[in-house]
């Protein structure tokens, strides 16, 4: 059937409604899922699983009962030494200063800061280690208060790597690729399972600078991808604006802000009738979201009201925005309302020289905040809901890099193996999973990839890894790429 042109329209407007792809033909056959799901943005409560489309609504659900409903990842950025932290290797200190038998190291790629060294002298840890809990895991002197909720704790000593520079590591760890353009981790979580509060963003970035040498953190690390805008990650700042842009501007007040958007929200709607863009309703959800976060954002992240034993808890610190105590604490502000994955970017951990003294003022400013956040979450009932993680992009290697005293030496990046540990929703608790070497160079049991880390976390949210897909540019793509498994051996 021919359709009917209105002879008044713009020349650009007759074309674009006499052209009609298969794809526009089927869609405008369905039963409007445009115009529903425009609905549901301007009245988030219209269709709340009674109606709607029955593709949105199994969308929404997982693909099995989860254990974890939210995550807060307190990511290490510029990559925490695992030798000083949680993999004790007394060997090191025995053979300090001999130099890694190359039987060892066998091809393994160096960066350009040691490959020209002519020797690769071993280093031991500075810093005692000891047991804690009744799992009896090993932990640095440098984190004392992590060491009081080990038993909290799973810790995995057989992370690896693809990646030895700090851009493409930590793009590998947010993304699932060592290239840009990728959706992160967040922005997979808010379209697999969507937003528990419709007053706050479902993915939230936190970023504070620490004590040590900083790699910078960029937004290509919560970017959406080819995902729909709307599941971008939203950076809160420090200071009295933690979202940029969203009061109001000067002249304007709440009545007339509301005004416009209905006007827009109008607007947006015949222009998606139209042309069928999808990135025209994710923009009318962006606005409403940033409408209502006028009123949510500042209750949120108004730290002032938090009681006395809280404060200590986490340190005075937490009262200064920014700083990593205080991002903590907000954290878990924002878990509690349904914030379904807050991540936390704390840089200062790209130790090459003078580690020592280095890490120690950097494992100050996170261990008694991280800590705390266990501790908070778990007295609130909320820790066996919420997936807590804490590590970096790679770990450092056993040998020196540059001079080499007891006290003072620096190591490189190292992809082979480290640590990271994992705590709450659907963990085991008191855990420590994989093992190194006698060295700390080689992993000997239990490795675990990034896939399978990605694999891991998107099943203790109900979400099968090999599922959750997005078809892009003729091509379905995932998180966990073409590999992954699950590391069952670490569920609860």
Excluded at 237 to 248: I, Q, R, S
Excluded at 308 to 331: R, S
Aim: include cysteine; charged fraction near 20%; glycine fraction near 10%.
């Amino acid at each position: 059937m021919r359709k009917k042109i209105d002879p008044n329209l713009d020349k650009e407007v007759k074309e674009a409604q006499l052209f009609q792809n298969r794809r526009q033909f089927l869609s405008s056959l369905s039963i409007g899922i445009g115009s529903v799901a425009l609905g549901a943005l301007l009245i988030p409560d219209l269709f709340s699983g009674k109606a709607g489309s029955q593709e949105a609504f199994e969308k929404a659900l997982p693909h099995f009962a989860p254990k974890a409903k939210r995550v807060i990842y307190l990511f290490q950025s510029g990559g925490v030494s695992q030798l000083e932290s949680f993999d004790y290797k007394p060997k090191l200190r025995e053979m300090m200063g001999q130099d890694l038998p190359a039987s060892i190291r066998g091809n393994q790629r160096l960066t350009g800061m040691t490959a020209g060294q002519a020797t690769f002298p071993l280093v031991g840890s500075y810093f005692d280690f000891a047991q804690y809990g009744q799992s009896r895991a090993w932990v640095s002197s440098l984190f004392p208060h992590m060491a009081k909720v080990v038993d909290d704790l799973c810790i995995i000593k057989s992370m690896h790597t693809d990646a030895i520079n700090h851009d493409p590591a930590i793009t590998f760890f947010q993304t699932g690729s060592q290239q840009g353009s990728r959706a992160s981790m967040g922005a997979w979580l808010s379209y697999g399972l969507g937003s528990e509060n419709q007053n706050l963003p479902g993915f939230c970035v936190l970023v504070s600078k620490g004590k040590g040498n900083g790699q910078g953190v960029y937004s290509k690390l919560w970017t959406n991808g080819f995902l729909d805008s709307v599941h971008q990650g939203v950076q809160f700042m420090g200071g009295p604006d933690p979202v940029l842009y969203l009061n109001n501007p000067e002249g304007t007040d709440k009545m007339s802000r509301r005004k416009l958007l209905d006007k827009l929200a109008e607007l947006n709607s015949m222009q998606y009738e139209t042309f069928k863009d999808p990135e025209i309703t994710a923009k009318v959800q962006q606005y409403e979201m940033a409408y209502r976060m006028q009123t949510s954002v500042p209750e949120v992240t108004d730290l002032s009201k938090e009681p006395d034993h809280i404060i200590k808890m986490y340190g005075p610190e937490c009262l200064v925005p920014g700083t990593y105590a205080a991002n903590c604490l907000l954290a878990r502000k924002l878990s509690e309302n349904s914030v379904r994955f807050v991540q936390l970017y704390h840089q200062g951990w790209d130790q090459h020289g003078g580690l020592p003294a280095e890490m120690a003022l950097q494992a100050k400013d996170v261990d008694q905040a991280s800590a705390a956040l266990i501790t908070d979450l778990k007295q609130r009932g909320l820790l066996d809901e919420t997936l807590v993680i804490w590590g970096g992009e790679f770990g450092r290697t056993n040998y020196c890099q540059g001079g080499l005293t007891v006290d003072n030496y620096g190591r490189d990046h190292h992809p082979r193996c480290f640590s990271i540990w994992m705590a709450g929703g659907g963990i085991k608790p008191g855990m420590v999973y994989g093992e190194t070497d006698e060295v700390g160079y080689n992993i000997v049991k239990n490795p675990v990839h990034i896939h399978d880390f990605h694999a891991t976390i998107l099943h203790t949210l109900g979400l099968d890894h090999e599922k959750l897909t997005y078809k892009h540019l003729g091509r379905r793509y995932r998180l966990t790429d073409v590999a992954g498994t699950v590391v069952k051996d670490i569920l609860a």
